[in-house]
């Protein structure tokens, strides 16, 4: 049986996945200008090659953080409707299922994001 959570619970946690995803999206622009520097710096293949393979990892991350970030908002306007359709006490009292499938993205997509930046951190630390 799965635990379960009031709505303020919920809606927490989103606002904090939601302020994650926007300074991971922040991390990539910083990640791209740095990029830029070391492409402007050098025109071996190999580099140019890492160059292109970090630019597509980085639009790739953009992207999930995008779905990831409306996936939550779906979340957010059902737990919206819920508290619109209902009085005070009850939202106080009713438990909701945990957003399991959101927070298993959220984790996800974290542990990838963790790979690709290390990778990048690498790469930085090469050609720099």
């Known amino acids: 049986m799965s635990k379960k959570y009031h709505?303020?619970?919920l809606h927490e946690e989103n606002r904090f996945w939601v302020k994650?995803?926007?300074f991971f999206k922040d991390e990539l622009s910083y990640f791209e200008s740095r990029l830029a520097d070391?492409?402007?710096r050098n025109n071996n293949q190999e580099v140019l090659a890492k160059v292109e393979h970090f630019q597509n990892q980085f639009i790739r991350q953009k992207e999930v953080i995008d779905e990831v970030k409306h996936n939550i908002k779906a979340g957010e306007n059902e737990l919206e409707n819920f508290a619109r359709s209902?009085?005070?006490i009850a939202i106080g009292h009713t438990?909701?299922?945990d957003h399991v499938d959101l927070r298993d993205e959220m984790e996800t997509f974290k542990k990838i994001y963790a790979e690709m930046k290390e990778e990048f951190r690498h790469f930085l630390a090469q050609w720099m």
């Open 86 to 88: 209902h009085n005070e």
């Open 95 to 97: 438990l909701f299922a």
């Open 38 to 40: 070391i492409a402007s």
């Open 7 to 9: 709505l303020t619970e």
């Open 20 to 22: 994650e995803l926007l």
